[in-house]
């Protein structure tokens, strides 16, 4: 590409007499222009629109559905386990499905559709003219939301590998309304984060409630935050019993007593503790707590074989520092190492199976006991398991709860108390709550149980009132 230049050239008289022209060659300038403009708007791995095209173009849109009344829909995308790509197979491998996923999202749409990449594994997918009626419109945004869950199912061959990945997909609908475009930003990253709450590699839509939910859930949080500082948090003891009914350890359980809300479920604050890192100070707590009962238990002889199972999180099992805690809080309250039994769960062999191994085989060496928690229902190899230094296999609730009718559980247990017998592990079943549950476990081998037909999890005070009446009995 040339600049073409002409000047006229004129004698003493002010006639022109010819022209004289130049050329420059202005290619690399304009090449350089194109560069610069298309690194403003769009992104340099996928070749996408950025957000700031994107926020021009929704901008556009949204007049535009003032105007016309028909829907539009902005659809968050976030990628599942997608830090676990780059983590395992290095960021060359991520690069390389986020350049994928941006190809199979173009297919997706249609041409007048936006496809974006926000950053990292975060896409956002503009729909334009949808239809004039909310439920038409929320149809078709949930249909190519489907597509895509579908599309980005398909395997991925990357180099000589192939991956499987998936998605969750907030959309929220526009229109009708006069509302700033952060407002369904919003909307729609609060829809996808209910997406992947919800299990991941589905879609959910936007609903005022969920605002309202977020903000609850800040409180809590912050509450949460401050409830070890006001002594709001206690363990609860449920009995673990012998095949002659008598008591030889417990479960600790953690509760929190809110000074408003009374007692909130630990299906609900435990969850928000893992999600905020705060699970580390009150699991060292839970540690603390249940060593210090324990020593309590040791300087009576009636409770001094009294062992205790403490359940612990895949975010402390992660620490560095986990071995050192565990050992500190013994030390710190002189207890005997095979009292203290340490629950996991199949889930926690997911990542990082070497150091999880070497770490508990780091505190088996001192004499603490493991115990695979929820056996059964989580995603470990047994190839892991073999080489686990558990002293103990745990019989998920969920297959006792049906286990006098139903078959299939019968088979399921029967295939568990086997394996424990043949790898010499201890075995015990949680959530017995009947004598026929209890009499079908001992007559499969099952020696160790509980459940509400013992006791369900009580307070201190209670638990060794409980201890008591079954030591008397």
Same mark, same amino acid.
């Given at each position: 590409?040339?600049?073409?230049?002409?000047? @006229?050239?004129?004698?003493?008289?002010?006639?022109?007499?010819?022209?004289? #022209?130049?050329?420059?060659?202005?290619?690399?300038?304009?090449?350089?222009?194109?560069?610069?403009?298309?690194?403003?708007?769009?992104?340099?791995?996928?070749?996408? =629109?950025?957000?700031?095209?994107?926020?021009?173009?929704?901008?556009?849109?949204?007049?535009?559905?003032?105007?016309?009344?028909?829907?539009?829909?902005?659809?968050?995308?976030?990628?599942?386990?997608?830090?676990?790509?780059? *983590?395992?197979?290095?960021?060359?491998?991520?690069?390389?499905?986020?350049?994928?996923?941006?190809?199979?999202?173009? +297919?997706?749409?249609?041409?007048?559709?936006?496809? @974006?990449? &926000?950053?990292? *594994?975060?896409?956002?997918?503009?729909?334009?003219?949808?239809?004039?009626?909310?439920?038409?419109?929320?149809?078709?945004?949930?249909?190519?939301?489907?597509?895509?869950?579908?599309?980005? /199912?398909?395997?991925?061959? !990357?180099?000589?590998?192939?991956?499987?990945?998936?998605?969750?997909?907030?959309?929220?609908?526009?229109?009708?309304?006069?509302?700033?475009?952060?407002?369904?930003?919003?909307?729609?990253?609060?829809?996808?984060?209910?997406?992947?709450?919800?299990?991941?590699?589905?879609?959910?839509?936007?609903? =005022?409630?969920?605002?309202?939910?977020?903000?609850?859930?800040?409180?809590?949080?912050? +509450?949460?935050?401050?409830?070890?500082?006001?002594?709001?948090?206690?363990?609860?003891?449920?009995?673990? $019993?012998?095949?002659?009914?008598?008591? !030889?350890?417990?479960?600790?359980?953690?509760?929190?007593?809110?000074?408003?809300?009374?007692?909130?479920?630990?299906?609900?604050?435990?969850?928000?503790? +893992?999600?905020?890192?705060?699970?580390?100070?009150?699991?060292?707590?839970?540690?603390?707590?249940? $060593?210090?009962?324990?020593?309590?238990?040791?300087?009576? =002889?009636?409770?001094?074989?009294?062992?205790? #199972?403490?359940?612990?999180?895949?975010?402390?099992?992660?620490?560095?520092?986990?071995?050192?805690?565990?050992?500190?809080?013994?030390?710190?309250?002189?207890?005997?190492?095979?009292?203290?039994?340490?629950?996991?769960?199949?889930?926690?062999?997911?990542?990082?199976?070497?150091?999880?191994?070497?770490?508990?085989?780091?505190?088996?060496?001192?004499?603490?006991?493991?115990?695979?928690?929820?056996?059964?229902?989580?995603?470990?190899?047994?190839?892991?398991?073999?080489?686990? =230094?558990?002293?103990?296999?745990?019989?998920?609730?969920?297959?006792?709860?049906?286990?006098?009718?139903?078959?299939?559980?019968?088979?399921?247990?029967?295939?568990?108390?086997?394996?424990?017998?043949?790898?010499?592990?201890?075995?015990?079943? +949680?959530?017995?709550?009947?004598?026929?549950?209890?009499?079908?476990?001992?007559?499969?081998?099952?020696?160790?149980?509980?459940?509400?037909?013992?006791?369900?999890?009580?307070?201190?005070?209670?638990?060794?009132?409980? &201890?008591?009446?079954?030591? /008397?009995?």
């Amino acid at each position: 590409m040339k600049w073409l230049t002409i000047a @006229a050239v004129r004698d003493a008289t002010g006639a022109i007499t010819h022209y004289v #022209s130049t050329q420059t060659d202005i290619t690399e300038r304009v090449a350089a222009a194109h560069q610069i403009e298309h690194l403003a708007f769009y992104d340099p791995l996928t070749q996408l =629109p950025n957000r700031r095209l994107l926020l021009d173009r929704f901008g556009q849109t949204l007049l535009a559905s003032q105007h016309s009344g028909e829907y539009g829909a902005l659809l968050f995308l976030d990628l599942d386990h997608f830090k676990f790509i780059n *983590d395992s197979f290095g960021h060359a491998m991520g690069d390389a499905l986020l350049q994928q996923v941006a190809e199979r999202l173009r +297919e997706c749409v249609r041409a007048a559709d936006t496809v @974006a990449r &926000l950053g990292g *594994d975060e896409f956002v997918i503009l729909l334009e003219d949808l239809s004039t009626n909310h439920l038409t419109a929320a149809r078709e945004a949930e249909h190519i939301a489907e597509a895509i869950l579908l599309m980005l /199912a398909i395997p991925y061959q !990357i180099g000589e590998v192939e991956h499987h990945s998936s998605a969750s997909i907030g959309i929220t609908l526009f229109g009708q309304t006069n509302e700033p475009q952060e407002v369904f930003f919003r909307q729609a990253d609060i829809a996808m984060y209910q997406a992947k709450k919800a299990g991941r590699n589905i879609v959910r839509f936007f609903d =005022p409630t969920m605002q309202q939910s977020i903000a609850e859930r800040a409180t809590l949080v912050e +509450e949460l935050r401050h409830a070890i500082d006001r002594q709001q948090l206690q363990l609860y003891y449920q009995v673990q $019993c012998n095949d002659q009914g008598a008591a !030889i350890g417990a479960e600790a359980l953690i509760r929190w007593r809110h000074p408003d809300k009374g007692l909130v479920s630990p299906q609900k604050f435990i969850p928000l503790a +893992e999600e905020t890192d705060l699970i580390l100070p009150i699991g060292l707590w839970i540690l603390a707590t249940a $060593c210090q009962q324990l020593n309590a238990w040791q300087q009576s =002889p009636q409770t001094q074989h009294m062992k205790l #199972s403490v359940n612990v999180s895949a975010r402390q099992l992660q620490q560095d520092s986990f071995v050192s805690d565990v050992t500190a809080a013994m030390t710190r309250f002189a207890v005997r190492p095979e009292l203290l039994k340490l629950e996991i769960t199949e889930s926690m062999l997911v990542n990082n199976v070497e150091c999880t191994i070497a770490k508990m085989q780091a505190l088996r060496a001192i004499g603490i006991r493991f115990s695979m928690d929820d056996f059964g229902t989580g995603y470990s190899s047994l190839q892991y398991l073999k080489r686990l =230094p558990l002293s103990q296999l745990k019989i998920d609730q969920a297959f006792v709860r049906d286990l006098v009718s139903d078959e299939n559980d019968k088979a399921i247990v029967r295939t568990i108390i086997g394996m424990a017998q043949s790898m010499e592990l201890n075995l015990i079943a +949680e959530g017995v709550e009947t004598e026929a549950q209890r009499d079908l476990l001992l007559a499969m081998g099952c020696r160790q149980f509980q459940g509400y037909l013992f006791s369900k999890p009580i307070p201190i005070a209670e638990f060794e009132v409980l &201890l008591q009446h079954m030591s /008397a009995g």
